[in-house]
Structures are given as C-alpha cells and as structure tokens.
C-alpha cells in the first residue's frame, strides 16, 4: 500500500508539472496575441496584477500576487529545507562510532564538494565562453553612461 501511494504521489507531480507548463506556455501565448492585436495595455494591467517583480525599478503600482506567493513559497521552503538538512547531517554523523568510517566519509563528502565545485566551475566558463563568441552577450561600457536628475519641488 505504501509503494502504491508513493506512485501515486509521483502522478500527481507529474500531472501538476505539465498544468504548469501548459499554463505558462498559455500566458505567454496569450501575452503575444495581446500585444500583436494592439491591446499591450491590457497585458500590462494583467502582468501589474499578476506576475509583475514587485522589487523591480518602476513597479510601483504593480500588485504581482504570483510574484508574491512564489517568493513566499521559496522563502518557506528554505525556512524548512535548510534546518532539517543540517540536523539530518549532524544526527547521521553523531551516530558513528567508528572513526575510520567517519574519516571515509568525511573525505568522500570533501571530494564530491571540490568534484562538484570544479564541474560547476568549468560549465560556468564553457557556457559563458560560448555566449560571448555568439554575440549573445554584450558589454556596457559604465563610462558612457550618463545619470540625468529630473527637476523636483521637494
């Protein structure tokens, strides 16, 4: 009964996956049928209440009620996920008794560290190295900018 309820609960995943995806594609569907039709105005009321980045720089009459609830939901879940993963570790670790069990772990979790830290390393520069040669990427040049200071009655 366990294991059927465990598939069960990967169904249900896979099905909230793919109504996410299919939602979003439809956003966005919707957001180029919106703009293309001449009625951007009515997909920036949309995007102010919906999934307007209420932090960003000129959304001050933006709502964002998605943007809120998933930072919500992040937050919460670092709240929860952090904590337990380290008490997990710590609780696994105090109960070892045999120090050269503990010393092969120990040095096979120092390993996997640098190992993963490497790989993530050289994708990082294989990635951005490939980006730039495309052209995908282009640099500001910060001494070309200018700051104007708009006139204020305060």
Avoid at 77 to 87: D, E, K, T
Avoid at 88 to 117: P, Q, V, Y
Avoid at 127 to 141: C, E, K, M, P, Q
Wanted: hydrophobic share 50%.
């Amino acid at each position: 009964m366990k294991q059927n309820s465990g598939k069960q609960l990967a169904k249900k995943m896979l099905i909230a996956l793919v109504c996410g995806l299919i939602a979003g594609f439809g956003c966005i569907i919707f957001r180029e049928h919106l703009n293309s039709s001449g009625q951007g105005e009515l997909w920036k009321t949309i995007n102010n209440i919906l999934f307007q980045d209420i932090t960003a720089e000129g959304a001050t009459s933006a709502i964002g009620i998605f943007y809120i609830i998933g930072q919500l939901f992040v937050n919460a879940l670092q709240l929860i996920i952090v904590p337990m993963v380290f008490v997990s570790i710590t609780l696994a670790i105090c109960t070892i008794t045999d120090t050269k069990k503990l010393g092969r772990i120990s040095s096979k979790t120092i390993l996997t560290f640098f190992t993963t830290t490497v790989c993530a390393l050289i994708f990082a520069g294989v990635v951005s190295t490939v980006v730039y040669h495309l052209g995908l990427f282009n640099a500001v040049d910060a001494g070309k900018i200018t700051v104007q200071q708009r006139n204020s009655r305060f």
